[in-house]
């Protein structure tokens, strides 16, 4: 079974600093990674998706993928309160297949 | 780009109804729309997959006689939650992916949600 792991939290970060989330999953397989915000209340939006090793950077956000070690990362740089939200990892093994949510991790970010 | 949109937002409605919530992609034709359901402080729950034009693939654990889903059209999936009871209020949640060969096919973008209250 495909599963998406991350750290429920919470996890507290000053302002101005940078908040780093963490995913592991269980397929090698797997092909493409995305990052989810969710406000409280809210649907998810996506952050940003990655498919090849290494960095990708979008404005304060960067997301890392290490396929041989099966994890993934989500860095926010220059954190603000309005960051404060619950962080989904999600991945999906092929164009052909659902993709699979981790079940988040809590973001605080205290003034 | 890639915007999905749900009515309604909000439904309140009396225990034994049915109802009925819709899900349009307005900016792209979407192939495979998703239903999600999530409890307050939990995570999404995935509870059906539907491919335009062809019944619904349903999780396990999930009555499909008492959530019908209907996706008549490349833009509109429907969720009927028939007989709803108290413990069918959720926060239902739909996303949808795109055309094969399309950017939008790479990922799921989420309608806002509608929230459901049975009295």
């Known amino acids: 079974q495909k599963e998406v792991e991350q750290n429920s939290g919470p996890l507290s970060v000053p302002e101005g600093a940078i908040a780093s989330l963490n995913c592991t999953y269980s397929d090698r397989g797997s092909q493409s990674f995305f990052w989810y915000r969710q406000y409280s209340g809210k649907s998810p939006e996506l952050i940003m998706f990655i498919y090849s090793n290494g960095d990708k950077e979008d404005g304060r956000f960067t997301a890392q993928l290490n396929k041989a070690s099966q994890y993934v990362s989500l860095l926010i740089r220059d954190s603000q309160p309005s960051d404060s939200a619950t962080y989904l990892c999600a991945v999906r093994y092929s164009s052909a297949s659902k993709i699979i949510f981790g079940s988040g991790t809590r973001l605080s970010i205290r003034p | 780009g890639a915007v999905v949109s749900q009515h309604p937002s909000w439904v309140i409605c009396k225990s034994g109804t049915s109802v009925k919530i819709e899900c349009r992609s307005l900016d792209f034709q979407a192939t495979t729309m998703f239903w999600y359901r999530q409890f307050p402080k939990q995570s999404l729950m995935l509870m059906a997959t539907s491919n335009e034009g062809s019944k619904a693939t349903y999780e396990q654990g999930v009555e499909k006689d008492k959530f019908l889903i209907n996706h008549a059209s490349l833009t509109l999936s429907t969720l009927t939650v028939t007989s709803a009871h108290p413990e069918d209020s959720s926060f239902y949640i739909c996303?949808?992916?795109?055309?094969?060969?399309?950017?939008?096919?790479?990922?799921?973008?989420f309608g806002p949600g509608t929230r459901l209250l049975v009295l």
């Open positions: 996303s949808a992916s795109g055309l094969a060969g399309a950017a939008y096919q790479e990922t799921q973008y």
